[in-house]
C-alpha cells in the first residue's frame, strides 16, 4: 500500500507565499513526500508588489525600494535575473538625489541655511532612536547625541520607557533644539518672510520629515509608533534603489520554477478549521488531514500543514469582526499580538502633467523635487484652497529627470481620504495647492520680508506655476479586502515580541519546543512581512519569513533547510 503524501496549502501568493513554494517545491525528494498548492484570493501574484504602467512609464503601486542592496536577498535575485537595468522609463526616481527645492506655503523658497540644519536635527534624533548612529565629537554630532539624550530623558520621566513614542520622542528633541538656540531665535524673531517667523518655519520643515517618516513606518500618527522597538529593526548597507524591470519581475522570477496550477488564483479562503490539542475534533472529512479551508465558492479542501501569509489587516479584522476565519479561534496569545502591533495605510498618487505644461520639444524638467512646508492645519495663514488631505504631503517629484509622472505619497488617514476621491476631486486638490507653493508671492507678502536667511532673495523664481495635471492613478491598499492596509509598525504598547508571537505555528510548542502529542504538528504557519521581528514592514522581510516557515516544514520531515 502506498502511504499517502502530506499536503501543505499556501494562503497567499506575494512574496512570503511564493518563496515558501518555491524552497519546499525545490527542496531535494519533496516531492515523494508532500503535495503543495498555493492558493491567490486575488486575481494576480504578488500581493502587495504590484508593478503596473501609467503615462508610458513603470511604476509600482506597492512596494517599491530596495532597502539597502547590501546583503539583500531581493537585490540579489534582481541582479541575477537583469532586472536592475531597462530600456523602458521607470520609476527610478533620479530626481530625488538632487538638491531639493524647498518651498514654504504661499510661495516662499527657503534657504539651505535654514533647512539643512533641521533636517540633520531631524536625521540625527531617527538615527539616535534606531541606535545606528556613533556619535563623534570632532564633527559636533555630539549636539545631537546630546539632544536625543534629553528628549528620551524627558519622555522617559514623563510616561515611562514602555510607553514611549517616536513623535513624542521627536518632538521633544526638537524643543531641546530651540532651547539649546534659544539666543539665535530671538535674534531672528522679528525677521519674519510673509507670515512665516524662523521659528514656525522650523517646526512646519520638521513636521515635513515627519511626515515623510509616517509613509516609511506606515504609522499615520508618530504618537502611536513605538521608541523601544525602532532600535531592534534593521536595514541592509548601501544605497537604496528601486527595479528598473518592476518588483513584480522578483516574484515571477520565484515563481517560475513552479508548475503550471500550482498557483490557484481567484480562491479566497473565508475559513481555515485546525484542531486544538485539547479538542483533537474530527473535522468530519478525513482524519488523517487536520486542517480544512472553505473558500469563497463554497469548496473546501484539506491539508496538513497550512502557511498563512496574509496581511496583518487582514488578521485584524479577522479577530476584530468575528469572522470566524480560524475555527476554533486563534488562542489568546495570538489574538493578543494581533491587536497590540500596529498596521497602517500608506498610498501612493501619480499625476499625469498635461502636455500644456511643457515647453517646445516636450521637456518636463523644470518641475522641480519639491518639498512643501506647510503652515499647520490650524493656522489662520494657511491657504484655503488646499485641502486638509494634502497638507501632510511632504513631497512632490518627477518619476525621474524629464518625466512627465508626477509622485506623492500619503499615510493614515490623508491616505484612506485619498481612496474614497473621485480623479476630478484630487485633480482640483493638488493643483491648488502646486500653485501656493509655484506662484510667486504676492506683493503684499513679498513686501514683509526683511530677512534673507529665512529664504533666498529670488523668492520663488517659478515663472509659470500652473500646472496642469491630464490624469491620476492611485493606489487603494487600506479598502482592499484582500490586504486592509500597507504594512505592519510596532505601536506603543507592543513590542518586537508580538512579532516573533506572530511567528509562532499552531498547535503552539510547549515549553520545551517539542510538538505537541495530543494533535496533529504544524497544522497552521505564519509567514509574512509582519512576523519578522527585525525586518517587518520589508519585502525582505517576507522573503524570509517564507524561508523560515517552509524550512520548519522540511525539518519535520527531516530535510535540512538552507
Same mark, same amino acid.
Given at each position: ?8 496549502v ?6 512570503? $507565499? ?6 519546499l ?22 500581493g502587495r ?8 512609464d513603470r511604476i509600482?503601486?506597492g ?13 540579489k ?8 537595468e531597462s530600456?523602458?522609463?521607470w520609476e ?15 510661495g ?5 541655511? *535654514?533647512v539643512?540644519p533641521i533636517?540633520?536635527?531631524?536625521k540625527?534624533?531617527?538615527d539616535?532612536a534606531?541606535?545606528k ?9 555630539v549636539e545631537?547625541?546630546?539632544? $536625543? ?6 519622555c ?14 521627536l518632538r ?16 531672528l524673531?522679528?525677521?519674519?518672510? $510673509?507670515?512665516w517667523?524662523?521659528?514656525? *518655519?522650523?517646526?512646519?520643515v520638521?513636521a515635513?520629515h ?12 508618530l504618537f502611536?509608533l513605538?521608541?523601544s ?6 536595514m ?7 527595479i ?8 515571477q522570477?520565484?515563481?517560475s ?7 490557484q ?12 490539542p485539547?479538542?483533537h475534533i ?11 479551508l472553505h473558500?469563497s ?7 496538513d500543514?497550512v502557511?498563512v501569509?496574509v496581511?496583518?489587516g487582514v ?8 469572522s ?6 486563534l488562542p489568546?496569545f495570538?489574538?493578543?499580538a494581533?491587536?497590540?502591533l500596529g ?9 499625469q502633467?498635461?502636455s500644456?505644461h511643457?515647453t517646445?520639444?516636450?521637456?518636463f524638467?523644470?518641475?522641480?523635487? *519639491?518639498?512643501?512646508v506647510?503652515?499647520?492645519?490650524d493656522?489662520?495663514f ?6 486638509w488631505?494634502m ?5 512632490l ?9 508626477l509622485l506623492?505619497w500619503?499615510a ?6 485619498l481612496?474614497?476621491l473621485?480623479?476630478?476631486?484630487i485633480?482640483n ?5 502646486v500653485?501656493?507653493?509655484?506662484s510667486k ?15 533666498? $532673495?529670488?523668492l520663488n ?5 500652473e500646472?496642469?495635471i491630464?490624469k491620476?492613478?492611485k493606489?487603494?491598499?487600506?479598502n482592499?479586502?484582500?490586504?486592509l492596509g500597507?504594512?505592519?509598525y ?7 515580541e508580538?512579532?516573533?508571537?506572530m ?5 503552539? *510548542? ?7 502529542a495530543?494533535?496533529?504538528?504544524l497544522?497552521?504557519?505564519?509567514a ?6 527585525t ?8 522573503y524570509?519569513?517564507?524561508l ?6 522540511l ?8
Amino acid at each position: 500500500m502506498v502511504a499517502k503524501k502530506s499536503r501543505i496549502v499556501i494562503i497567499g501568493a506575494g512574496m512570503a $507565499g511564493v518563496t515558501a513554494a518555491n524552497k519546499l517545491f525545490t527542496a531535494t525528494g519533496s516531492k515523494d513526500l508532500f503535495e503543495l498548492c498555493v492558493v491567490e484570493g486575488g486575481s494576480r501574484i504578488g500581493g502587495r508588489i504590484n508593478t503596473s504602467e501609467f503615462g508610458g512609464d513603470r511604476i509600482e503601486m506597492g512596494a517599491t525600494w530596495i532597502h539597502g542592496i547590501g546583503g539583500s536577498p531581493v537585490h540579489k535575485i534582481a541582479q541575477e535575473i537583469h532586472a536592475l537595468e531597462s530600456e523602458q522609463p521607470w520609476e527610478c526616481m533620479d530626481g530625488s538625489s538632487d538638491e531639493p527645492k524647498t518651498i514654504a506655503e504661499c510661495g516662499f523658497e527657503l534657504n539651505p541655511t *535654514l533647512v539643512d540644519p533641521i533636517s540633520s536635527l531631524f536625521k540625527n534624533l531617527m538615527d539616535y532612536a534606531q541606535g545606528k548612529k556613533v556619535f563623534d565629537e570632532s564633527t559636533g554630532d555630539v549636539e545631537y547625541s546630546k539632544l $536625543g539624550d534629553k528628549a528620551s530623558e524627558v519622555c522617559t520621566s514623563n510616561g515611562g520607557l514602555g510607553k514611549l513614542s517616536v513623535g513624542s520622542f521627536l518632538r521633544q528633541g526638537l524643543d531641546a533644539y530651540w532651547v539649546s538656540n534659544k539666543n539665535q531665535d530671538e535674534e531672528l524673531k522679528l525677521n519674519g518672510y $510673509g507670515n512665516w517667523s524662523r521659528r514656525l *518655519l522650523e517646526e512646519a520643515v520638521f513636521a515635513m520629515h515627519e511626515s515623510t517618516q509616517r509613509t516609511y513606518t506606515s504609522a499615520g500618527d508618530l504618537f502611536t509608533l513605538d521608541y523601544s522597538a525602532e532600535s531592534e529593526y534593521r536595514m541592509f548597507p548601501g544605497e537604496e534603489i528601486t527595479i528598473a524591470k518592476g518588483y513584480l519581475s522578483i516574484v515571477q522570477s520565484l515563481a517560475s520554477v513552479l508548475p503550471p496550477g500550482l498557483i490557484q488564483l481567484g480562491r479566497k479562503v473565508t475559513k481555515i478549521e485546525w484542531q486544538q490539542p485539547e479538542t483533537h475534533i474530527n473535522n468530519g472529512y478525513d482524519d488523517t488531514r487536520p486542517v480544512k479551508l472553505h473558500f469563497s465558492d463554497g469548496s473546501v479542501m484539506l491539508a496538513d500543514h497550512v502557511i498563512v501569509t496574509v496581511s496583518l489587516g487582514v488578521l485584524k479584522a479577522s479577530i476584530q469582526q468575528d469572522s470566524g476565519m480560524f475555527n476554533p479561534p486563534l488562542p489568546s496569545f495570538k489574538t493578543e499580538a494581533i491587536s497590540r502591533l500596529g498596521f497602517g495605510v500608506v498610498n501612493k498618487l501619480f499625476l499625469q502633467l498635461s502636455s500644456t505644461h511643457a515647453t517646445k520639444g516636450q521637456d518636463f524638467s523644470k518641475f522641480p523635487f *519639491l518639498q512643501m512646508v506647510f503652515h499647520r492645519a490650524d493656522s489662520e495663514f494657511r491657504h484655503k484652497k488646499i485641502p486638509w488631505w494634502m497638507r501632510k504631503t511632504a513631497s512632490l517629484c518627477p518619476l525621474y529627470h524629464n518625466s512627465s509622472v508626477l509622485l506623492s505619497w500619503f499615510a493614515g488617514k490623508e491616505a484612506l481620504e485619498l481612496e474614497s476621491l473621485k480623479d476630478e476631486e484630487i485633480i482640483n486638490g493638488v493643483s491648488a495647492t502646486v500653485s501656493s507653493f509655484l506662484s510667486k508671492p504676492q506683493k503684499k507678502e513679498r513686501e514683509n520680508c526683511h530677512s534673507h536667511e529665512l529664504c533666498n $532673495g529670488n523668492l520663488n523664481s517659478q515663472e509659470n506655476s500652473e500646472v496642469k495635471i491630464a490624469k491620476v492613478l492611485k493606489s487603494q491598499w487600506g479598502n482592499d479586502p484582500l490586504f486592509l492596509g500597507s504594512y505592519s509598525y510596532v505601536a506603543v504598547g507592543s513590542s518586537g515580541e508580538d512579532l516573533d508571537t506572530m511567528a509562532e505555528p499552531l498547535p503552539k *510548542l510547549n515549553s520545551c519546543g517539542d510538538e505537541p502529542a495530543t494533535s496533529p504538528p504544524l497544522q497552521i504557519l505564519f509567514a509574512g512581512e509582519a512576523t519578522h521581528r527585525t525586518h517587518y514592514s520589508t519585502t525582505h522581510g517576507a522573503y524570509f519569513s517564507g524561508l523560515r516557515e517552509a524550512n520548519r516544514l522540511l525539518q519535520h520531515y527531516h530535510h535540512v533547510g538552507v
